[in-house]
DNA sequence: TACATTTCTTAAGGTATCTTATTTTTTACC
DNA sequence: GGTAAAAAATAAGATACCTTAAGAAATGTA
């Protein structure tokens, strides 16, 4: 095989699992229209946000995806969504693509990986409310589409803690 | 050029900055011996550790090396080393290498892409105890390689609150 | 339109973690 | 081997963030 192969667009509605934290990852899902989360849920019952996927992200959990173990987060849908699937079947080694996709790839990677480590870097050293303002920057778009919450669940502060951090902002 | 360039060995002493936040990244860093930090210092000085390279690992800041932007962290010995240095005048693009070496390549970024995103679901979900339990699991070698406090910036507490961690755990 | 459901806000009290300061232990080095 | 410097331990008081609970606002839906 050459290039990577993407299923025709499947629908969802808003709230669908598409796939189950401990299940095995058979599919990475690229977003056409709506959005996705993936998220773990820890033994209290807290939602921890990993990633958002709005329109043309990809999403899925790579240590399943790529080694077949148990997937750590679960995957939904938060708006009714249109999505392509990228098929495990079809994605055994990277090794048989041709090398312009592996060089995309390892591309796409490689900004995912800086990404993650500016995330790092905001959760070891930044305040919570810093790091809603950095959500704010970097997302603009997101702050007005997503609920109040799941930006909470995803830079690490309580609804009710965030709540409270817009209006102290909003006093200033 | 087909295969990554690889300059001959230099040592450092401990305690040697290769590179500092602000300044634009022009080598990537192989451990051959000894260990290295990568950290950032916040405005009221204090150290947070992005990342720790003992033997036969490699660190950089991928964005400012990649893209020539000035760097997010400072690098810096923190024992005495012996040190490989790829050159940013060697590795100009990735499309420049033979196949197999950007296969290499994407596979190492997607490992740490892997790793950074179980550290960020760590930081989001997990105590500080845990997080040093992990840490301990994940890097027997280093927790006795390295200072308390140098394991505290890196998982996110003073090394104050560490101590009294390993004191409570102790005493179980 | 109205009812139910979900989300958001507010506030009081609690816990994890930090700050500062002091003492003890370990490490570096002349 | 002794002394200076750095690291670690300990503890008291401060702060950021959480928990719980209740009410208000927004949203979905019959």
Redesign the interface.
């Given at each position: 095989m050459k290039s990577i192969k993407i299923n025709t667009l499947k629908t969802y509605k808003k709230g669908e699992i598409l796939l189950k934290q401990g299940e095995i990852a058979k599919y990475g899902y690229l977003v056409k229209k709506g959005c996705l989360k993936s998220y773990?849920v820890?033994k209290v019952g807290?939602e921890?946000?990993?990633q958002f996927a709005p329109e043309n992200w990809m999403i899925s959990d790579?240590?399943s995806f790529?080694n077949q173990v148990p997937s750590?987060?679960s995957i939904e849908t938060i708006e009714d969504c249109e999505i392509s699937l990228i098929s495990k079947s079809d994605f055994k080694d990277?090794?048989s693509f041709d090398?312009e996709v592996?060089?995309d790839?390892?591309?796409k990677?490689?900004n995912?990986?800086?990404a993650?480590?500016?995330?790092?870097?905001g959760?070891?050293?930044a305040t919570s409310e810093q790091r809603y303002i950095d959500f704010t920057e970097t997302y603009p778009t997101l702050v007005q589409r997503l609920p109040l919450k799941l930006i909470a669940a995803y830079i690490?502060v309580t609804p009710e803690y965030l709540s409270g951090i817009r209006r102290r902002m909003a006093k200033k």
């Open positions: 773990t820890d807290k921890h946000i990993m790579l240590d790529t750590s987060v990277i090794d090398k592996v060089v790839i390892a591309n990677f490689r995912n990986l800086i993650s480590n500016k995330r790092i870097l959760l070891l050293s690490g």
